[in-house]
């Protein structure tokens, strides 16, 4: 009878020393970036940020170069994550083609592209995003209302389509 105590004790303490499931400890934060490149001429830098109602906006900034700023709805799967990109609010009329997919995969913290339309992101890809620290990194609701990040001011999340003003 006393074995069936110590039983329970070693089945407890051996299920809370197993590592905790991956979705517990993979789960995406609001903002990424990344940069990279050999020499000035391709260096770049890569913004996503991503919110909870599924919606993404990517803003890429080449050394020397306006920033290109896409919209994108985000799904993860597991540790895969996918960035289907869609036509911003003021696109022409025909809309440009879109670019294929981004899929990152997604581990311990970090996205690293596997698929990338190498027209839009470049032969090599984008570089390997990792989250901005702290606790304050959380996604927002949506960003669908925004035209482009703020990159100016940290303060605010993103610059809106109609008044192009921060909020």
């Given at each position: 009878m006393r074995t069936r105590?110590?039983?329970?004790?070693?089945?407890?303490?051996?299920?809370?020393?197993?590592?905790?499931?991956?979705?517990a400890a993979d789960k995406l934060k609001g903002f990424y970036s990344g940069s990279g490149g050999f020499s000035a001429d391709v260096h770049?830098?890569?913004?996503?940020?991503f919110a909870a109602d599924g919606t993404a906006i990517l803003q890429q900034k080449w050394h020397d170069k306006d920033p290109q700023t896409w919209h994108a709805h985000w799904k993860q799967d597991?540790?895969?994550v996918t960035l289907t990109y869609e036509q911003p609010k003021d696109a022409p009329n025909p809309p440009p083609a879109l670019p294929d997919p981004l899929i990152f995969t997604f581990k311990h913290g970090t996205l690293t592209a596997t698929t990338?339309?190498?027209?839009?992101?470049g032969p090599l890809g984008p570089p390997k995003l990792t989250a901005f620290g702290g606790k304050t990194n959380r996604q927002g609701s949506s960003v669908a209302?925004?035209?482009?990040?703020?990159?100016?001011?940290?303060?605010?999340?993103?610059?809106t389509w109609g008044s192009k003003v921060s909020f």
């Open positions: 105590p110590v039983s329970i004790l070693s089945i407890a303490l051996l299920a809370a020393l197993l590592p905790a499931p991956a979705n770049r830098t890569l913004l996503i940020e597991g540790k895969t990338w339309d190498t027209t839009t992101l209302a925004c035209q482009s990040l703020n990159t100016l001011d940290p303060r605010r999340d993103c610059v």
